[in-house]
Protein backbone atom coordinates (compact mmCIF):
# COMPACT_ATOMS: atom_id res chain seq x y z
CA UNK A 1 0.00 0.00 0.00
CA UNK A 2 2.96 2.51 0.77
CA UNK A 3 4.53 1.96 -2.64
CA UNK A 4 1.16 2.17 -4.23
CA UNK A 5 0.85 5.53 -2.62
CA UNK A 6 4.20 6.77 -3.35
CA UNK A 7 3.73 5.92 -6.86
CA UNK A 8 0.07 7.44 -6.90
CA UNK A 9 2.26 10.48 -5.68
CA UNK A 10 4.78 10.84 -8.41
CA UNK A 11 1.76 10.37 -10.84
CA UNK A 12 -0.35 13.13 -9.49
CA UNK A 13 2.29 15.50 -9.49
CA UNK A 14 3.09 14.45 -13.27
CA UNK A 15 -0.32 14.57 -14.19
CA UNK A 16 -1.34 17.55 -12.88
CA UNK A 17 2.29 19.49 -14.45
CA UNK A 18 1.04 18.42 -17.76
CA UNK A 19 -2.47 19.46 -17.43
CA UNK A 20 -1.02 22.86 -16.02
CA UNK A 21 1.31 23.33 -18.96
CA UNK A 22 -1.47 22.65 -21.53
CA UNK A 23 -4.27 24.24 -19.96
CA UNK A 24 -2.03 27.08 -20.23
CA UNK A 25 -0.74 27.47 -23.85
CA UNK A 26 -4.23 26.39 -24.39
CA UNK A 27 -5.08 29.78 -22.59
CA UNK A 28 -2.56 31.73 -24.03
CA UNK A 29 -3.65 30.89 -27.53
CA UNK A 30 -6.75 32.41 -27.32
CA UNK A 31 -7.17 35.12 -29.54
CA UNK A 32 -9.02 36.91 -27.07
CA UNK A 33 -7.08 39.23 -24.42
CA UNK A 34 -7.50 39.58 -20.89
CA UNK A 35 -6.10 42.98 -20.59
CA UNK A 36 -8.37 44.87 -23.01
CA UNK A 37 -10.92 42.83 -21.34
CA UNK A 38 -10.13 44.61 -17.98
CA UNK A 39 -9.77 47.55 -19.90
CA UNK A 40 -12.70 47.93 -22.06
CA UNK A 41 -13.58 48.72 -25.52
CA UNK A 42 -12.59 52.34 -25.31
CA UNK A 43 -9.43 52.38 -23.44
CA UNK A 44 -6.15 53.24 -25.31
CA UNK A 45 -3.36 51.08 -26.14
CA UNK A 46 -1.60 53.08 -23.40
CA UNK A 47 -4.09 51.46 -20.42
CA UNK A 48 -3.89 48.11 -22.24
CA UNK A 49 0.17 47.47 -22.72
CA UNK A 50 -0.14 48.97 -18.67
CA UNK A 51 -2.58 46.79 -17.67
CA UNK A 52 -0.95 43.97 -19.40
CA UNK A 53 2.69 44.59 -17.73
CA UNK A 54 1.09 44.92 -14.18
CA UNK A 55 -0.24 41.73 -14.72
CA UNK A 56 2.92 40.44 -16.05
CA UNK A 57 1.18 39.29 -19.53
CA UNK A 58 4.09 41.28 -21.81
CA UNK A 59 6.82 38.53 -19.75
CA UNK A 60 7.94 35.47 -22.38
CA UNK A 61 5.81 32.76 -22.23
CA UNK A 62 7.50 30.11 -20.60
CA UNK A 63 8.61 32.74 -17.93
CA UNK A 64 4.53 33.72 -17.40
CA UNK A 65 4.37 29.41 -17.10
CA UNK A 66 7.84 29.49 -14.73
CA UNK A 67 6.27 31.66 -12.45
CA UNK A 68 2.93 30.50 -12.43
CA UNK A 69 4.40 27.36 -11.67
CA UNK A 70 6.58 28.65 -8.63
CA UNK A 71 3.20 30.15 -6.89
CA UNK A 72 1.53 26.71 -7.10
CA UNK A 73 4.66 25.08 -5.28
CA UNK A 74 4.10 28.00 -2.43
CA UNK A 75 0.20 27.01 -2.50
CA UNK A 76 -0.80 30.49 -4.43
CA UNK A 77 -3.17 30.25 -7.37
CA UNK A 78 -2.77 33.53 -8.66
CA UNK A 79 -5.15 36.55 -8.51
CA UNK A 80 -8.02 37.28 -10.42
CA UNK A 81 -7.54 39.19 -13.09
CA UNK A 82 -11.31 41.00 -12.68
CA UNK A 83 -11.78 40.55 -9.04
CA UNK A 84 -8.57 41.14 -7.81
CA UNK A 85 -9.08 38.50 -5.00
CA UNK A 86 -7.06 35.80 -4.48
CA UNK A 87 -7.61 32.35 -6.96
CA UNK A 88 -7.71 29.81 -4.03
CA UNK A 89 -10.12 31.91 -1.84
CA UNK A 90 -12.66 32.23 -4.56
CA UNK A 91 -12.55 28.40 -4.93
CA UNK A 92 -12.75 27.68 -1.39
CA UNK A 93 -15.56 30.10 -1.20
CA UNK A 94 -17.57 28.13 -3.86
CA UNK A 95 -16.30 24.39 -2.95
CA UNK A 96 -19.19 23.64 -0.36
CA UNK A 97 -21.60 23.89 -3.00
CA UNK A 98 -20.27 22.31 -5.78
CA UNK A 99 -19.27 19.62 -3.27
CA UNK A 100 -23.48 19.02 -2.21
CA UNK A 101 -24.37 19.16 -5.26
CA UNK A 102 -21.88 16.42 -6.22
CA UNK A 103 -22.65 13.97 -3.74
CA UNK A 104 -26.53 14.47 -4.47
CA UNK A 105 -25.59 13.70 -8.08
CA UNK A 106 -23.37 10.88 -8.01
CA UNK A 107 -26.01 8.94 -5.48
CA UNK A 108 -28.65 9.64 -7.33
CA UNK A 109 -27.31 8.30 -10.82
CA UNK A 110 -25.77 5.29 -8.54
CA UNK A 111 -28.92 4.65 -7.61
CA UNK A 112 -31.04 4.85 -10.53
CA UNK A 113 -28.03 3.01 -12.72
CA UNK A 114 -27.96 0.08 -10.51
CA UNK A 115 -31.50 -0.12 -9.96
CA UNK A 116 -32.16 -0.33 -13.99
CA UNK A 117 -28.82 -2.27 -14.74
CA UNK A 118 -30.02 -4.84 -12.31
CA UNK A 119 -33.82 -5.19 -13.20
CA UNK A 120 -32.65 -4.64 -17.31
CA UNK A 121 -29.85 -7.61 -16.26
CA UNK A 122 -32.41 -9.72 -14.82
CA UNK A 123 -34.99 -9.22 -17.64
CA UNK A 124 -32.47 -9.46 -20.77
CA UNK A 125 -33.79 -9.88 -23.98
CA UNK A 126 -37.44 -8.48 -22.99
CA UNK A 127 -39.65 -5.40 -23.38
CA UNK A 128 -37.86 -4.20 -19.89
CA UNK A 129 -34.45 -4.65 -20.98
CA UNK A 130 -35.11 -3.06 -24.00
CA UNK A 131 -36.94 -0.08 -22.60
CA UNK A 132 -34.36 0.69 -20.46
CA UNK A 133 -31.67 0.06 -22.18
CA UNK A 134 -33.21 2.80 -24.83
CA UNK A 135 -33.81 5.30 -22.06
CA UNK A 136 -30.33 4.81 -20.91
CA UNK A 137 -28.68 5.91 -24.51
CA UNK A 138 -31.10 8.80 -24.34
CA UNK A 139 -29.81 9.96 -21.06
CA UNK A 140 -26.50 9.61 -22.61
CA UNK A 141 -27.13 11.41 -25.33
CA UNK A 142 -29.19 14.42 -23.88
CA UNK A 143 -27.48 17.62 -23.55
CA UNK A 144 -27.31 18.76 -20.01
CA UNK A 145 -28.91 22.23 -21.13
CA UNK A 146 -31.62 20.86 -22.30
CA UNK A 147 -32.69 18.45 -19.60
CA UNK A 148 -32.10 20.72 -17.26
CA UNK A 149 -34.49 23.16 -19.00
CA UNK A 150 -37.24 20.64 -19.40
CA UNK A 151 -36.89 19.53 -15.72
CA UNK A 152 -36.77 23.28 -14.75
CA UNK A 153 -39.52 24.29 -16.64
CA UNK A 154 -41.81 20.69 -15.66
CA UNK A 155 -41.40 20.92 -11.81
CA UNK A 156 -40.45 24.96 -11.04
CA UNK A 157 -42.48 26.68 -13.60
CA UNK A 158 -45.40 24.54 -14.48
CA UNK A 159 -45.61 22.62 -11.01
CA UNK A 160 -44.29 25.15 -9.05
CA UNK A 161 -42.51 22.10 -6.94
CA UNK A 162 -39.08 22.90 -6.39
CA UNK A 163 -37.40 26.76 -6.92
CA UNK A 164 -36.17 28.31 -10.02
CA UNK A 165 -32.59 29.16 -8.84
CA UNK A 166 -30.64 29.60 -5.31
CA UNK A 167 -28.69 27.63 -2.84
CA UNK A 168 -29.07 27.21 0.91
CA UNK A 169 -32.02 24.26 1.68
CA UNK A 170 -32.84 21.02 0.31
CA UNK A 171 -35.86 22.03 -2.42
CA UNK A 172 -32.57 24.07 -4.15
CA UNK A 173 -30.68 20.44 -4.32
CA UNK A 174 -33.05 18.65 -5.95
CA UNK A 175 -33.03 19.78 -9.53
CA UNK A 176 -30.25 20.19 -10.35
CA UNK A 177 -28.79 17.44 -8.50
CA UNK A 178 -31.70 15.16 -10.41
CA UNK A 179 -30.08 16.72 -14.11
CA UNK A 180 -27.04 15.50 -13.27
CA UNK A 181 -27.87 12.15 -11.92
CA UNK A 182 -30.47 11.20 -14.29
CA UNK A 183 -27.88 12.06 -17.76
CA UNK A 184 -25.00 9.94 -15.66
CA UNK A 185 -27.07 6.99 -14.58
CA UNK A 186 -27.31 5.31 -18.47
CA UNK A 187 -23.61 5.35 -18.10
CA UNK A 188 -24.21 2.77 -14.99
CA UNK A 189 -27.38 1.10 -15.78
CA UNK A 190 -25.82 -0.14 -18.99
CA UNK A 191 -22.27 -0.80 -17.11
CA UNK A 192 -24.00 -2.64 -14.23
CA UNK A 193 -26.30 -4.73 -16.94
CA UNK A 194 -23.76 -5.78 -19.05
CA UNK A 195 -21.55 -7.36 -15.67
CA UNK A 196 -24.43 -8.56 -14.34
CA UNK A 197 -25.62 -10.57 -17.85
CA UNK A 198 -21.72 -11.55 -17.39
CA UNK A 199 -22.18 -12.34 -13.50
CA UNK A 200 -25.25 -14.53 -13.81
CA UNK A 201 -23.38 -16.81 -16.03
CA UNK A 202 -20.79 -17.85 -13.74
CA UNK A 203 -20.91 -21.22 -12.00
CA UNK A 204 -21.08 -20.00 -8.21
CA UNK A 205 -24.39 -18.68 -9.44
CA UNK A 206 -25.43 -21.80 -11.24
CA UNK A 207 -24.54 -23.61 -8.10
CA UNK A 208 -27.07 -21.47 -5.55
CA UNK A 209 -29.70 -21.78 -8.24
CA UNK A 210 -29.36 -25.79 -7.76
CA UNK A 211 -28.92 -25.61 -4.24
CA UNK A 212 -32.51 -23.70 -4.01
CA UNK A 213 -31.84 -20.06 -3.17
CA UNK A 214 -34.02 -17.45 -3.70
CA UNK A 215 -34.03 -15.55 -6.74
CA UNK A 216 -33.66 -12.31 -4.65
CA UNK A 217 -31.00 -13.58 -3.00
CA UNK A 218 -28.85 -14.65 -5.58
CA UNK A 219 -28.60 -11.19 -6.96
CA UNK A 220 -28.24 -9.23 -4.38
CA UNK A 221 -26.04 -11.70 -2.29
CA UNK A 222 -23.76 -13.48 -4.62
CA UNK A 223 -24.57 -11.08 -7.87
CA UNK A 224 -24.37 -7.72 -7.61
CA UNK A 225 -21.63 -7.61 -4.90
CA UNK A 226 -19.45 -8.65 -7.94
CA UNK A 227 -20.96 -6.74 -10.33
CA UNK A 228 -20.41 -3.24 -8.81
CA UNK A 229 -16.45 -3.68 -8.84
CA UNK A 230 -16.56 -1.24 -12.36
CA UNK A 231 -19.03 1.30 -10.88
CA UNK A 232 -16.77 1.87 -7.92
CA UNK A 233 -14.05 3.12 -10.64
CA UNK A 234 -16.98 5.45 -12.25
CA UNK A 235 -17.60 6.36 -9.12
CA UNK A 236 -13.37 7.80 -8.66
CA UNK A 237 -13.96 9.37 -12.58
CA UNK A 238 -17.23 11.06 -11.72
CA UNK A 239 -16.16 12.38 -8.74
CA UNK A 240 -13.48 14.69 -10.70
CA UNK A 241 -16.11 15.37 -13.49
CA UNK A 242 -18.48 17.05 -11.14
CA UNK A 243 -16.10 19.29 -9.74
CA UNK A 244 -15.41 21.07 -12.80
CA UNK A 245 -18.13 19.95 -15.39
CA UNK A 246 -21.06 20.76 -13.97
CA UNK A 247 -20.55 24.41 -15.47
CA UNK A 248 -23.83 24.15 -17.83
CA UNK A 249 -26.14 22.75 -14.85
CA UNK A 250 -24.39 25.41 -12.46
CA UNK A 251 -25.37 28.34 -14.90
CA UNK A 252 -29.07 27.01 -15.80
CA UNK A 253 -30.10 26.64 -11.70
CA UNK A 254 -27.66 29.79 -10.72
CA UNK A 255 -26.05 26.92 -8.34
CA UNK A 256 -23.12 28.99 -7.28
CA UNK A 257 -20.38 26.31 -7.57
CA UNK A 258 -17.02 26.80 -8.83
CA UNK A 259 -18.62 25.60 -11.82
CA UNK A 260 -20.36 29.08 -12.17
CA UNK A 261 -17.17 30.34 -11.15
CA UNK A 262 -15.46 29.13 -13.99
CA UNK A 263 -18.14 29.94 -16.28
CA UNK A 264 -17.73 33.56 -15.38
CA UNK A 265 -14.00 33.16 -15.88
CA UNK A 266 -14.34 32.11 -19.26
CA UNK A 267 -16.45 34.98 -20.37
CA UNK A 268 -13.65 37.32 -18.69
CA UNK A 269 -11.05 35.84 -20.01
CA UNK A 270 -9.82 35.28 -16.26
CA UNK A 271 -7.03 33.20 -16.93
CA UNK A 272 -5.52 32.22 -12.76
CA UNK A 273 -9.79 31.52 -12.22
CA UNK A 274 -9.85 29.39 -15.73
CA UNK A 275 -6.61 27.64 -14.42
CA UNK A 276 -7.37 27.17 -10.87
CA UNK A 277 -10.22 25.49 -11.27
CA UNK A 278 -8.60 22.94 -14.12
CA UNK A 279 -6.36 21.64 -11.63
CA UNK A 280 -8.58 21.07 -8.49
CA UNK A 281 -10.65 19.18 -11.14
CA UNK A 282 -7.76 17.28 -12.33
CA UNK A 283 -6.82 17.00 -8.94
CA UNK A 284 -9.79 15.89 -7.77
CA UNK A 285 -10.12 13.27 -10.60
CA UNK A 286 -6.92 11.63 -9.57
CA UNK A 287 -7.78 11.37 -5.85
CA UNK A 288 -11.32 9.76 -6.74
CA UNK A 289 -9.20 7.27 -8.86
CA UNK A 290 -6.73 6.66 -5.94
CA UNK A 291 -9.70 6.30 -3.81
CA UNK A 292 -10.98 3.44 -6.13
CA UNK A 293 -7.85 2.25 -6.05
CA UNK A 294 -7.51 1.40 -2.20
CA UNK A 295 -11.28 0.27 -1.64
CA UNK A 296 -11.66 -2.02 -4.13
CA UNK A 297 -9.04 -4.36 -2.75
CA UNK A 298 -11.03 -4.27 0.41
CA UNK A 299 -13.98 -5.25 -1.32
CA UNK A 300 -12.62 -8.39 -3.77
CA UNK A 301 -10.55 -10.42 -1.59
CA UNK A 302 -9.24 -11.83 -5.11
CA UNK A 303 -7.92 -8.26 -5.86
CA UNK A 304 -5.99 -7.58 -2.52
CA UNK A 305 -4.28 -10.93 -3.07
CA UNK A 306 -2.36 -10.28 -6.13
Known sequence: MALLLARRIVQTVLILLGV????????????????RMIAGRSATAQTVANIRHELGLDKPLLVQFWVYLQGIVA?????????KTDVGMLIAARL?????????????EVLLGISFGVIAAIRRGGAVDRIVMMASFVGVSA??????????????????????SGYGTLAHVVLPA???????????????RSAMVDVLNQDYVRTARAKGLSSARIVLRHALPNALLPIIAMI???????MGGVVVVEAVYGWPGIGQLAWQ????????????VTLISALAIVLGNLLADIVTPLIDPRIRAR
Open 143 to 164: PQFVAALLLLYLFAVTLGWFPM
Open 265 to 276: AIQQVDIPIIMG
Open 96 to 108: PATLVLMAAGIFI
Open 236 to 242: GIDIGQF
Open 178 to 192: STLGILGAGWYARMV
Open 75 to 83: GDLGRSYAQ
Open 20 to 35: AAITFLLLYALPADPA
